[in-house]
């Protein structure tokens, strides 16, 4: 589904609506106004034109009567007589002075006879009169006259002027009935523009002559142009040929000059100067004429200006056909009007313009911060929280909205702050966690430092023993040492229950960093004080050094995990991470996934080494020693799997095995008489399951079970193993003592711990190392460490096992110490039970 955003789906329908109501509030006035426009264009040209035609009426009309009354007087009275115009030329000049003086636009008033005479008077600009007179008195020719009688002084002679061909008399001579002539221009010498009223003069029955009375319609130009001035509105009269008859302008109607004829020519209506008569013209002209009956009316548009035209033909009752044409402009017509519209339509855009503006802003910031709340909700859905907040802006119901919204961020943001920091520190320590850590440190801008994991050894069993509560405090009290050794230069986290990591950021080279390590050593080396007992703890460290190889800290953590838990194996239990090692970290991978299957298939056999009695040579006692015997690959010796299995939890298993093999065989061996009524079955204990709170009920089943007598049975604790005062492994090693069990400290003076403790430790015999049994010279011998060991327990009243004996003289060496016990394969490499030998070579001597 398309979706469109909130802006769009308000802003959108506002503008429409918006647009829709000034479009058509717009639209309606614009349409009242043409409709208004119309109205008044319609009245104002009728009336214009009205004005026109009575006026043309009058003036017209007039010297028409005029003509008609003199030229019936003449009939009337018998005032022609041939050959003698006198009484005529007093008639017509008494009556132009006395009745129609007053007429401007009557220029003359002509007789002229079938005998081609011919009497005119021209009313002169002083309103004189010069007389026009052919007949006998003038010789047959035309003479104009100074004034209105024959004077000496003529104005200008014409021969041969025959008044029966002219345009005036023909229509009349033919028709015999008044009438209008054509327009023509003047023969005299001004050749004005000319129309005249045509009329009879019928004496006795008989057509003698015509009247003619000349309108110079140049007179008519003066009314138009008052008209024009006063309405602003251009008015031109033309006739059926479309010929200019007259205009409102000052421009002649005629062309004066041309090549061809030095006679003006009337012009074509299309001929015209004047741009808005011209246009009019253009405009009729494809029209059929005579179109005596019908209005036109149109408008045109003129540099911009609309015209509003109406042509209005024009008739009277002595057949004159002629065409009114009015045109005014738009603003003539109404003023101020069309400006005042257009500038209201122009304000309106613009307030149209102006509101959508506003409009706009206005849903721009009610909006706003939905738009924003939308923003920043994806943002944090892609889990963006820095994105910026939304404002809650002015609107109640949207800012209660946004606030709760922000509130709501706020929280999520909190909680997943909380989350994050409980993710990335330790909640215990402060310190960062493993993903802490790598957080960080990925973000360094090179990964060019040392890492050193630090790892607690057998923290596990300290954890049973002195519970979780104080094992929490021992942890921070180890953390507060860390951090002391190493102040601020170092990244440090607490990577797993008991392991540490120290990202050192600076390089360092591997004799320093062995030094850092020694300096971890020490810092467990002094006892951590819980409550009333103190505890001694020693730790793991594996290194790894500068490599520019490890891009991301996650692979720094696993090298180093695979330094620490090499470093579990090395006797200084420090470890410096090598490439090699990854394989045999795969290695024990693979192994302890043997060891599973190995436990379930009951693999694991007890071999005997004896213990002999250094003073008789008698065997006292045998140790059991674990062996792997594997179907793919044979015997595995203890030293390879017993650390796995320690490491992976699987020695209590091992162990109980061992321990149950050990015990029914002693009571075979016994029952055999194999061995006498105090053997003493040594059987090798780790402290994963001495720090077992059941291991005591595990022990007294297999005990019971066998029917082993518990004074037969010593086990052997492996002295760096034991911590000190862990409350289980004392209780455990008090209770196997109370039930009548042996205990050895096995491998006696390797661990850390040293002799501080051993006061507090319940047990029957220690076995002292191999390593020290190894390093006996015979020329110190009292400076020894087996010297050192059997005379400190001179008091003790335990039984002391020298371990590792390979050769007579180290026999020999323990004799003059007064070791009394003694094992090694100078007397018996460890044996399957079957093989236990009944006759051993060594002693004999
Ligand atoms: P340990 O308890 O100190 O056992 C003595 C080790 O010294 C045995 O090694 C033994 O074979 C070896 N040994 C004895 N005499 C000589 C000698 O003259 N020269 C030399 N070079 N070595 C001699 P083994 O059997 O390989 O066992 C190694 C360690 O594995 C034992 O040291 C013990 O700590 C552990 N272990 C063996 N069996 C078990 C078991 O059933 N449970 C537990 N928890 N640990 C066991
Ligand atoms: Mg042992
Ligand atoms: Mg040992």
């Known amino acids: 589904m398309t979706q469109i955003t909130l802006r769009t789906a308000v802003v959108v329908p506002f503008i429409l609506i918006f647009m829709i109501t000034m479009g058509s509030i717009i639209t309606v006035q614009k349409f009242s106004y043409e409709e208004m426009v119309e109205v008044v264009s319609d009245k104002h040209l009728t009336s214009l034109t009205t004005n026109v035609v009575q006026k043309l009426n009058y003036y017209l009309e007039e010297p028409f009567q005029a003509a008609l009354s003199i030229s019936h007087s003449i009939g009337q009275n018998n005032l022609y007589q041939k050959d003698n115009l006198e009484v005529i030329e007093k008639y017509i000049l008494s009556s132009f002075e006395s009745l129609y003086q007053p007429m401007s636009q009557l220029g003359v008033i002509s007789f002229g006879s079938e005998a081609k005479e011919y009497l005119g008077f021209r009313k002169e600009a002083n309103n004189d009169y010069s007389l026009m007179l052919q007949d006998n008195r003038t010789d047959g020719k035309l003479v104009i006259y100074q004034g209105n009688a024959i004077t000496p002084q003529a104005r200008a002679i014409i021969d041969n002027y025959d008044p029966t061909v002219r345009p005036w008399y023909t229509p009349v001579a033919t028709h015999g009935k008044a009438t209008w002539s054509s327009i023509y221009t003047d023969a005299d010498e001004r050749q004005t523009i000319t129309i005249s009223a045509l009329a009879p003069v019928i004496q006795d029955e ?107 033909p024009y008739t009277d009752h002595h057949g004159l056909e002629w065409y009114i044409g009015v045109s005014i402009s738009e603003p003539d017509l109404l003023g101020a009007l069309p400006n005042n519209q257009r500038l209201s339509w122009s304000i309106g855009i613009f307030v149209s313009a102006i ?113 979780h509560n104080r094992a929490d405090l021992l942890l921070k009290d180890i953390t507060h040492r860390v951090k002391q050794l190493f102040n601020n230069d170092a990244y440090i986290a607490r990577i797993g229950g008991d392991e540490f990591a120290v990202y050192l950021t600076e390089g360092h080279d591997n004799n320093e960093l062995k030094l850092l390590a020694n300096r971890v050593h020490q810092v467990f080396a002094s006892p951590f004080v819980m409550e009333k007992n103190s505890l001694v703890i020693n730790a793991a460290i594996g290194v790894v050094p500068n490599n520019s190889e490890l891009l991301s800290m996650e692979k720094w953590l696993r090298n180093g995990s695979i330094a620490l ?41 007890a071999f005997y080494q ?40 699987f020695i209590a298993e091992i162990g109980e095995q061992i321990l149950r093999q050990a015990c029914r065989d002693t009571m075979l061996g016994t ?84 002799l501080a403790y051993l006061h507090e430790l319940p047990f029957d015999c220690i076995k002292i190392d191999r390593t020290f049994v190894e390093q006996m010279k015979a020329n110190n011998l009292d400076s020894s460490i087996v010297s050192a060991i059997i005379n400190m327990t001179k008091g003790m009243k335990v039984d002391i096992v020298a371990e590792g004996i390979e050769t007579i003289e180290q026999v020999q060496m323990l004799n003059s110490l007064h070791c009394p016990q003694g094992q090694g394969f100078l007397y018996s490499r460890p044996v399957p039970f079957e093989e236990w030998p009944t006759h051993l070579v060594n002693i004999e001597q």
């Open 206 to 312: 008989q057509f003698v002559g015509v009247i003619a009375n000349d309108i110079k319609i140049h007179t008519f130009n003066a009314f138009l142009k008052e008209l024009k001035q006063r309405t602003k509105a251009t008015i031109y009269i033309f006739d059926n040929e479309q010929q200019l008859v007259t205009h409102s302008s000052d421009k002649s109607v005629v062309s004066w000059g041309t090549p061809i004829t030095d006679k003006g020519e009337r012009l074509l209506a299309i001929e015209s100067n004047n741009p808005i008569i011209y246009a009019m013209a253009q405009f009729i002209r494809p029209l059929a004429f005579p179109v005596q009956s019908r209005l036109y009316k149109f408008d045109l548009v003129l540099e911009g200006e609309r015209y509003f035209s109406l042509v209005t």
């Open 355 to 467: 509101g959508i503006a506003l409009g706009l802003l206005a849903f721009n910031r009610i909006t706003q911060p939905i738009t924003e709340t939308a923003q920043s909700a994806r943002a944090l859905a892609y889990g963006d929280w820095e994105t910026n907040m939304p404002k809650p802006g002015r609107i109640y119901e949207i800012s209660v909205l946004v606030n709760a919204f922000n509130d709501m961020t706020n929280n999520l943001k909190a909680s997943f702050q909380t989350l994050r920091n409980q993710l990335l520190y330790d909640s215990l320590t402060n310190l960062y966690s493993r993903e802490g850590l790598i957080d960080c440190c990925d973000k360094l801008p090179a990964l060019n430092g040392s890492l050193l994991l630090i790892g607690i050894n057998q923290f596990r069993n300290i954890n049973d023993s002195i519970g």
């Open 565 to 605: 838990s090499n470093a579990k194996h090395e006797l200084s239990n420090i470890s410096f991470y090598l490439p090699e090692m990854a394989d045999i970290s795969k290695n024990r991978t693979a192994m302890m996934a043997k060891l599973q299957t190995a436990i379930e298939n009951n693999e694991f056999v």
């Open 610 to 649: 004896p213990i002999i009695d250094l003073n008789t040579g008698d065997v006292i006692g045998a140790e059991a020693l674990a062996r792997w015997i594997s179907p793919q690959e044979g015997l595995i010796s203890p030293l390879d799997f017993i650390p796995i299995a320690e490491e992976y939890g």
């Open 671 to 754: 029952q055999q008489g194999k061995w006498g009524e105090t053997f003493h079955m040594h059987v090798n204990i780790s402290a994963h399951q001495l720090s077992h709170q059941d291991f005591i009920n595990t022990l007294t089943d297999i005990i019971s079970e066998s029917g082993i007598q518990t004074h037969n049975l010593t086990l052997e604790i492996t002295e760096s193993r034991i911590v000190s005062g862990d409350k289980i492994v004392l209780d455990n090693m008090q209770a196997i003592q109370d039930l009548g069990c042996h205990i050895a400290i096995d491998d006696f003076g390797t661990g850390y711990s040293s």
